[in-house]
Nanobody, 114 residues
Framework: VQLQASGGGLVQAGGSLRLSCAASGSIFSFSVMGWYRQAPGKQRELVATITKGGSTTYADSVKGRFTISTNYANNMINLQMNSLKSEDTAVYYC?????????WGQGTQVTVSS
């Protein structure tokens, strides 16, 4: 499967962005889908995940501000980001996992200006 992330950009603090990850095939077979991010000089960290059953997890730093969702009709994994902060600046990567796969998208840059 190939994953294409989009939707990143430059936004002022307090603003919103919506990231989308388009899969080349059906996302129905994946156990867990998620978004991760990596800021300069830091390790990649989990932002949010959603399971096939719809259960979600969020990093404490984004709880209440970010929402992950899936669109099975269009094979998309979305991340709605509200109330953005400068510390949200990073390259954001989408990911899908099952017992037989662990695939990453190419990343999309999110820059939040204060």
């Amino acid at each position: 499967v190939q994953l294409q992330a989009s939707g990143g950009g430059l936004v002022q603090a307090g603003g919103s962005l919506r990231l989308s990850c388009a899969a080349s095939g059906s996302i129905f077979s994946f156990s867990v889908m998620g978004w991760y991010r990596q800021a300069p000089g830091k390790q990649r960290e989990l932002v949010a995940t959603i399971t096939k059953g719809g259960s979600t997890t969020y990093a404490d730093s984004v709880k209440g501000r970010f929402t992950i969702s899936t669109n099975y009709a269009n094979n998309m994994i979305n991340l709605q980001m509200n109330s953005l902060k400068s510390e949200d600046t990073a390259v954001y990567y989408c990911n899908v996992k099952s017992s037989w796969i662990d695939a990453w998208g190419q990343g999309t840059q999110v820059t939040v200006s204060s």
